[in-house]
């Protein structure tokens, strides 16, 4: 069975930083995509960002220049440095993957919180 833990959110005050980090284990030949996405409370869930296994990645215009998605296919860990943190970056972020099991599948982290004080 495959699993996404992530871990490192927290509380921090604006103007600093957070790296959320994501780590896929199970029996796992392959993973394409890897993303964070977060959702804030009364709000739809929302892409944060993108990785490609070759290591192509897009990002929402919120997040642009100050948020960076890295990955390690080693350890099939995906990771989010998050700076000049925002109010409005708080969120639940989750991290997403396609990984080749017993199929291909998408599949979920179960959130980590990520709070912004003003």
């Known amino acids: 069975q495959v699993q996404l833990v992530e871990s490192g959110g927290g509380l921090v005050q604006a103007g600093g930083s957070l790296r959320l980090s994501c780590a896929a284990s199970?029996?796992?030949?392959?993973?394409?995509?890897m993303a964070w996405y977060r959702q804030a409370p009364g709000k739809q869930r929302e892409l944060v960002a993108t990785?490609?296994?070759?290591?192509?990645?897009n990002y929402a215009d919120s997040v642009k220049d100050r948020f960076t998605i890295t990955r390690d296919n080693t350890k099939n860990t995906v990771s989010l440095q998050m700076n000049s943190l925002k109010p409005e970056d708080t969120s639940v972020y989750y991290c997403?993957?396609?990984?080749?099991?017993?199929?291909?599948?998408?599949?979920w982290g179960q959130g980590t919180q990520v709070t912004v004080s003003s």
């Open positions: 199970g029996v796992i030949f392959s993973i394409n995509a």
């Open positions: 997403n993957a396609d990984i080749l099991s017993s199929g291909w599948g998408r599949y």
């Open positions: 990785i490609t296994r070759g290591g192509s990645t």
